[in-house]
């Protein structure tokens, strides 16, 4: 059970994990852009022809800004900056072509933003042209793209269909008008409603609804109805993602203050009513964030224990290798991450000169492997083991050390060699992944980096 206790005990800054090591532990100056190289290089060669590959492409334009946004975005109504940055995203990628010498195996694309919808359904057309010209195409292939119910026509949905897509994912957040109003992302039902029926009638075999918790004036009552009015829907997967609140990275939510947010008990319930309505209508919660209908893929990882995270977010294919395309993307060789600039006009920049666009990176140690390993692990399987070698390290004693409070509250069984998740530590897999990150405890932030677990 989920006490007032626990919640004031671990509503702490924790990191969401999408990497180990987290983003604010990766190194600013990244010089040597051929070792970067040869990590890809190497990733390729052991990987593509077994599991292919993985690209993300961030398309960052929106015409509106979404106050309560933390993607990296550039605000236009004017669609001439189209043309000019899928040129510039294929010029990227036509370097990492060079890099890897022969023709890649294609096993995930996944357009994000930004606002990938902002773009015509022509020109997006001509991004993934592109992106396959020159490329083989896994037989276990997904493609997915993010949407704006807004402006999601029936040529965007026909023509990606075509191409190969067969997921969508649908950013609703909140059906209220109050908590719309207040976060400038507005979109009725019925517009929800209609994109999602077209979708099924052409033929896409999974929808995502992203929700947010914990937004700028949101009430158990108008969850509550914004969870039956998704109940009439049913979409194949909803990401329930907790709201970060984060005004000294994002200015944009500087439109409201902490006083217009739930408390941490007021979240912790909205929390806890979505996890209660999503399991009552045929829901099953996956890793963190997540839950998904028996029959969608994603379940079927999970319970099959494969399932797979990365900078995507949740997957039920595992590939070694992925490359992030676009302004402020991030690639993961595995044994290195990369993050590219986050201006426009110095990705361009530097793509004019003939340089990938990265600004930002980690090559990760053998210490580094390890734990990421495990992390990964328990934020996919909700539990890991390792064999006596890695019982004699220093990070996992040291990590086992602190994991014992959080084994006394009923978060986690430690085992000779095995931590598993409880229940109720599903609730608190931020906490539980923070005892085992060795960078953070050993070079604590001077000023807060996180959002709130």
Not at 280 to 291: K, L, Q, S, W
């Amino acid at each position: 059970m989920v006490t007032q206790q626990l919640i004031d005990k671990y509503h702490v800054a924790a990191p969401r994990y999408t990497s180990y090591p987290t983003v604010p532990y990766w190194d600013t100056d990244f010089p040597d852009l051929n070792k970067w190289k040869e990590s890809i290089k190497f990733s390729f060669n052991h990987s593509n022809a077994s599991n292919g590959i993985s690209l993300y492409v961030h398309l960052p334009f929106c015409e509106s800004l979404c106050t309560y946004c933390g993607c990296n975005t550039r605000i236009t109504k004017n669609h001439q900056v189209e043309s000019p940055y899928l040129q510039a995203v294929l010029k990227e990628w036509d370097l990492y072509r060079e890099i890897l010498g022969k023709r890649p195996l294609i096993r995930e694309i996944h357009l994000g933003g930004g606002t990938p919808t902002f773009f015509t359904a022509e020109n997006l057309s001509t991004l993934i042209t592109g992106l396959m010209d020159g490329s083989d195409l896994h037989p276990d292939a997904e493609f997915s793209f993010e949407a704006h119910p807004n402006n999601t026509t029936e040529s965007h949905l026909e023509i990606l269909y075509k191409l190969g897509f067969r997921r969508l994912s649908l950013g609703i957040q909140d059906f209220d008008s109050k908590v719309q109003l207040i976060i400038n992302r507005l979109q009725s039902f019925e517009q929800v409603e209609e994109v999602t029926s077209l979708a099924r009638q052409i033929g896409y075999t999974s929808i995502n609804f992203d929700l947010i918790y914990g937004l700028p004036l949101q009430t158990y009552e108008g969850l509550r109805d914004t969870i039956l009015q998704v109940k009439k829907l049913m979409p194949s997967r909803i990401a329930f993602y907790s709201y970060a609140h984060v005004p000294w990275i994002k200015p944009g939510q500087r439109s409201f203050t902490e006083n217009d947010l739930p408390s941490a008990t007021e979240k912790r319930r909205l929390y806890e009513l979505g996890r209660e309505m999503f399991t009552a209508i045929g829901y099953e919660e996956i890793g963190m964030d997540h839950f998904a209908l028996k029959t969608d893929s994603l379940f079927i990882a999970d319970f099959s224990k494969k399932l797979h995270r990365n900078f995507m977010g949740y997957t039920h294919q595992y590939t070694q290798l992925m490359i992030g395309l676009g302004v402020s993307s991030i690639s993961d060789s595995w044994f290195a991450f990369a993050q590219n600039v986050k201006k426009v006009e110095d990705y361009y920049d530097l793509l004019n000169k003939g340089q990938l666009p990265v600004f930002k990176g980690h090559y990760l140690t053998e210490e580094d492997l390890l734990i990421r390993k495990h992390i990964l692990n328990l934020m996919c399987q909700g539990e890991t083991t390792w064999d006596q070698t890695f019982s004699m390290h220093k990070v996992l004693k040291d990590g086992l050390d602190r994991l014992k409070v959080l084994e006394e509250d009923g978060l986690v069984e430690i085992g000779d060699n095995s931590i598993i998740v409880t229940q109720l530590g599903k609730r608190f897999l931020r906490n539980i992944c923070m005892t085992l990150d060795a960078r953070l405890w050993a070079d604590q932030p001077e000023s807060q980096l996180f959002s709130m677990a």
